[in-house]
């Protein structure tokens, strides 16, 4: 690698939410990045969401933080309106050609005024709202746009198809922005890597004329649906038909529109439909009150983490009804123009409903330019369309330097998504180890203005936050409201108040009105202050004189059938936080140094994968087992659904990890002692030689899980009664003697009071060993008794295999469990089959039991140690389940594999890349900046009785002996304010949340 020239620079393909990630990954870790979107902006898909779940958080809102931040970035440039079109060089010493198409508007002048769109005479369908509303041939993407610009459509564009004509956006432009002379241009950038993540296309909701798309008004495609409930969309998030605007009463949903169809779609599953179908019917119900909604599905595939658990909240909580059928005719009221919906039901009858509006839950498609891309980079596709990559090195293409992310490899969900996207950039950062930060920029921030002397400056900028805060808080209202508050110098509300152009306006406010203390009412400080704080840094203001009120979940969302008092909350606690803003002082964080070493608990695949990919980076790694060998329960794999040996990965993984020079192994040993703070850590190890002190700046918890036990169905009582990894090893071994019939029972101890979560291996792993059995004998009668098969994306088409090869499949319900007798020379299973309506007796030479996963033992001390949450099933909880999947709360600890919830091998390998470009991210910098909001000691007042001391969880309170005085390591505060509650004297305060300024706030919500 030394003698060839590296470039310390990556271009990422797509700027959705893969593609966004990848890029904030690897400028965080040194690199410079060029993001090329063939769009006009970046955002992708999930910039048309109204809402994610399984937290129904505004994905706008959540989405923001991440396009400001790219969009702000020094080390990214975006390259918007563009393709890549060749690919020449080599890894590590790339030449791209990059083709830009003409925006015919300069985005350096463009101020986002919409004076130009508003006196252009085109209008065309808006493709961003799914075809359900407008926009003009001058025109920005989305409200929240980045780049904050708008861009002419030269396919629509009078002007442009005859120069003679029109030009009134130029006119009436008042920045001069507007050139439609603009040519296009080919930019040639040298690289050093490329990752693509050109995302997916919505399938078409016409595959089957028969659902009536495109025929009736009232039936729409799941991404028009979300534009309906979005507030950004064409009905401003009021929830009406396309055919009249009237709030509809009753809505089905039909899973599988072209997804799970050989015939008129794709025989892959899409893996996202069955969520975000729940996601609908759930959010539909918030905008009309009453709103009945129905499923159609076919197998509902919850499979994701906490995924079981939204289905059964709506279910249960919400009375979505879900209904296992196909729909087999979709018809219209000529006169009330309801859709007749016509199904059979299990027992072969037929029923007809009517629903206001049908929607088609359509699947992913790989992008229509991957082929193009594909040639243009000299890479291979799958048989679907899809990038093509080898099971146990997630992310590779077939060209060396070329990697993969999103959905650009597969249908996935957002988590994985994001996963995905930090593994390519962890896997380039690998590559380019050796030049990290030689083309790396750092950003400064104007001299900040002195305030101390100035009366307070308010001001207050307040959020609709789409329809989560609009739809129930009068937000003009609360706006003017603010005007009135002493102070308070100007007022003003967004739509949006963490998108970037609303960023730039806070910006321009402050200087304009000469703002000295900013109130953003919004939702929750835990992820938005930081970037509302950024901005006043970037505006010269001292970034701790801000206050953020929830006006969300304090207000929107806790009162949402009470505007009138949520309303008026909404305003005392608007009054609350200028009252304590007023008082806020500037504060002054301390740098530290760093240790650049990581920590990284279990050796199991993804311990290894994660040790390594961090150790190849040039980090030294500490890497920690509890037992005697590396591999985890890799070990006891013999294959995978595709043909692959989880054995021998893990004792190749495990030969990479003795040699390497970087890691310093440690087996037979455990965690006894946690000291320390982010970028400084000291643990104490337990090892066969004794206790072992190491220090270190970031953690990953890779510990895995265990397979779980049970004593249903005569396990363990009966010889003919196993479990699914049991078999495996028979049939990797002497076979299953001859059995003949052998029958398998799905979701044994998962699904049910004690595991209410689905262990995603089991159906996985039927299949596999069904195929296995069918394979060495295919007279062998199998059958798999099952409430969902959840067989995600391209898992599907094994299904699908199994069918073929007369597997036979029988759900049941957890009303209606099989049950099990021993009988002479095996077992006898009863089963009540759904379709014919009777009991089957099964006589059995061989009963497979399909168990699940469950936390790791001492998963408890470990979270206690790190003082990192556990969700309810015992998992360790990530910071947020779509956009850190693999972070915690607290910077600087990070987690993979089955530590975080159950998964296949090939995703616990791509978490733990992805784990590792996140800890790069912090090993990489300098310095690392303390926190502001730390506690603080009045010598005057201080007694030395040392109950802050032991109150402190941290180590950051000593007692100074010479003056008897407790002191604060500010470097080691993390501002809990536990501190400040155990001092008797008064003596204790935190920066930020002073007695004075929290009864200001309470003198300001009585008065």
């Not at 539909?284 to 994701?304: P, S, V």
């Not at 005007?483 to 321009?508: A, G, R, W, Y």
């Not at 009412?521 to 970037?531: D, E, I, Y």
């Not at 099964?842 to 470990?862: R, Y």
Request: include cysteine; aromatic fraction near 6%.
């Amino acid at each position: 690698m030394t003698d060839q020239k590296y470039f310390g620079s990556v271009l990422v393909v797509g700027g959705g939410i893969s593609g966004m990630q990848s890029a904030l990954d690897l400028a965080e870790s040194g690199y410079r990045v060029y993001l090329v979107e063939k769009k006009p902006a970046i955002g992708g898909t999930m910039a048309r969401l109204d809402k994610t779940f399984p937290t129904n958080d505004c994905a706008m809102c959540t989405m923001s933080p991440k396009l400001v931040d790219v969009g702000r970035h020094l080390n990214i440039e975006i390259i918007t309106g563009a393709e890549l079109i060749g690919l020449e060089g080599e890894a590590g010493n790339f030449k791209a050609k990059v083709l830009q198409q003409a925006r015919c508007v300069d985005i350096s002048k463009c101020i986002g005024c919409g004076a130009c769109a508003e006196v252009c005479p085109v209008k065309v369908q808006d493709d961003f709202d799914a075809g359900l509303g407008q926009r003009k041939a001058i025109y920005k993407l989305y409200a929240q746009a980045t780049p904050n610009a708008f861009a002419v459509d030269k396919t629509k564009c009078l002007k442009i198809k005859n120069p003679k004509a029109c030009g009134k956006c130029a006119k009436e432009c008042p920045a001069g922005a507007i050139d439609h002379a603009m040519a296009d241009t080919t930019l040639e950038l040298e690289v050093g890597a490329v990752i693509l993540s050109p995302g997916f296309e919505p399938m078409d909701g016409d595959l089957r004329g028969e659902f009536g798309w495109g025929i009736y008004q009232n039936v729409v495609t799941s991404l028009q649906f979300e534009r309906l409930l979005s507030a950004s969309g064409p009905t401003m998030g009021h929830l009406v038909r396309p055919s009249d605007h009237v709030e509809p009463k009753r809505i089905a949903f039909l899973q599988c529109v072209g997804s799970r169809d050989k015939a008129k779609g794709n025989p892959y599953c899409s893996a996202v439909c069955c969520m975000y179908a729940t996601k609908h019917a759930i959010i539909a119900q918030e905008h009309e009150a009453g709103l009945e909604t129905k499923i159609f599905y076919m197998d509902i595939r919850a499979y994701g983490k906490d995924f079981e658990k939204y289905y059964d909240r709506a279910r249960i909580q919400h009375g979505v009804k879900y209904e296992k059928a196909m729909i087999s005719s979709v018809k219209e009221d000529p006169q009330t123009k309801n859709i007749i919906v016509k199904y059979r039901n299990p027992d072969g009858s037929f029923n007809e409903e009517q629903f206001d509006m049908l929607v088609l839950s359509v699947g992913l498609k790989p992008s229509a330019g991957n082929q193009k891309l594909a040639e243009a980079c000299q890479i291979q596709l799958d048989d679907f369309g899809f990038c093509k990559t080898v099971e146990f090195s997630p992310g590779l293409t077939t060209r060396e330097g070329v990697f993969a992310g999103g959905a650009f490899c597969a249908p996935k969900d957002i988590p994985e998504t994001v996963v995905d996207a930090s593994a390519a950039a962890a896997n380039a950062s690998r590559l380019l180890s050796q030049v990290r930060g030689s083309l790396s920029k750092k950003k400064e921030y104007p001299p900040e203005r002195d305030v101390t002397s100035e009366d307070p400056r308010v001001g207050v900028f307040v959020c609709n936050c789409g329809i989560n805060i609009g739809s129930v808080v009068r937000v003009p209202e609360v706006a003017e409201f603010a005007k009135t508050i002493p102070n308070v110098v100007h007022s003003e509300e967004f739509l949006f108040s963490c998108s970037q152009d609303s960023i730039e306006k806070i910006k321009e406010r402050i200087k304009e009105h000469q703002l000295n203390r900013v109130v953003v009412a919004s939702c929750t400080p835990r992820t938005h202050a930081p970037l509302f704080m950024s901005s006043l840094k970037e505006a010269g203001i001292n970034p701790y004189l801000f206050e953020q009120a929830n006006i969300r979940e304090h207000s929107s969302w806790v009162h949402r059938d009470n505007p009138a008092a949520a309303t008026e909350k909404a305003k005392d606690l608007v009054k609350m936080a200028v009252a304590k803003v007023k008082l806020l002082k500037p504060v002054y964080t301390s740098f530290m140094d760093i240790n650049r070493k990581a920590l990284v608990i279990g050796g199991g695949v993804a311990g290894m994968a994660n040790a390594l990919n961090l150790a190849g980076q040039g980090f030294q790694v500490i890497l920690v087992e509890r037992t005697d060998k590396l591999g985890g329960h890799a070990l006891d794999g013999r294959y995978t659904m595709k043909g692959n040996n989880p054995a021998e990965l893990a004792a190749k993984l495990a030969g990479e990890v003795q040699i390497h020079p970087n890691i310093d192994l440690n087996l037979n040993s455990t965690i006894k002692k946690v000291a320390g703070y982010l970028g400084n850590y000291k643990t104490t190890l337990t090892t066969p030689a004794g206790e072992r002190d190491v220090e270190h700046g970031v953690v990953i918890i890779a510990t895995g899980a265990d397979q779980a036990t049970t004593s249903e169905y005569l396990y363990g009582q009966h010889e003919a009664v196993c479990t699914q990894r049991e078999l495996e090893h028979k049939l990797d071994g002497s076979g299953i003697g001859g059995a003949k019939t052998v029958v398998m029972i799905q979701c044994v101890g998962s699904r049910d009071e004690n595991r209410p979560y689905c262990s995603r291996i089991c159906c996985y792993n039927a299949i596999k060993n069904a195929l296995k059995m069918k394979e060495l004998d295919p007279t062998v009668n199998i059958f798999i008794i099952y409430r969902d098969i959840r067989t995600y994306g391209f898992y599907e088409t094994y299904y699908a295999e199994a069918r073929r090869k007369g597997v036979v499949f029988i759900r049941y319900t957890l009303d209606n469990k099989p049950r099990v007798e021993p009988r002479s020379n095996g077992l006898k299973v009863h089963v009540k089959d759904p379709i014919l309506n009777k009991i089957l007796e099964l006589d059995t030479d061989l009963l497979v039991l399909s168990t699940g996963i469950e936390p790791a033992k001492g998963t408890d001390t470990l979270s206690q140690l790190f003082k990192v949450s556990l969700n309810a099933d015992g998992f360790f909880s990530e910071a947020h389940m779509k956009l850190r999947p693999i972070d915690f709360a607290a910077d600087g600890l990070y987690l993979c594999g089955l530590a975080h919830s159950p998964k296949l091998i090939d995703e616990s390998i791509a978490q733990a890349n992805a784990a590792a470009v996140r800890a790069v991210t912090m090993l990489s910098k300098d310095k690392l900046e303390s926190l502001g909001n730390v506690a603080m000691v009045n010598p005057k007042w201080c007694k030395g009785c040392g109950l802050c001391i032991e109150a402190c969880s941290y180590g950051a309170r000593v007692m100074n002996e010479m003056t008897h005085v407790a002191e604060v390591l500010d470097v080691l505060c993390q501002g809990c304010g536990a501190c400040v509650a155990a001092c008797p004297s008064g003596a204790c305060q935190q920066k930020g949340f002073e007695k004075q300024q929290i009864i200001a706030m309470l003198d300001a919500s009585n008065s």
